[in-house]
């Protein structure tokens, strides 16, 4: 199980790597407001294809986001 959540935990920090990535935004809050938005969907998708569940990666999902978001704030700044 604990194999499961690290690969999430990546392969989450890599989604949000890439949609901040493409976005075409010039706006960085606009660009990490949209990377943000598709977490849940990305979740969603996830759980379906493995066995986990939303109370394995909830904590942690929102851990991630947390830091991504400071990541970015402080290099914008």
């Keep these: ?8 935990e990546k392969d989450l920090r890599q989604h949000l790597e890439n949609v901040y990535s493409a976005s075409v935004e010039p706006d960085d809050i606009k660009r990490l407001d949209q990377a943000e938005n598709t977490v849940f969907d990305f979740v969603d998708d996830y759980l379906l294809e493995s066995a986990l ?13 947390d830091q991504f978001a400071r990541s970015k704030i402080n290099y914008i700044e």
């Design 1 to 8: 199980m604990e194999d499961l959540i690290k690969q999430f």
């Design 53 to 65: 569940i939303a109370r394995d990666v909830e904590r942690l999902t929102q851990e991630v986001l």
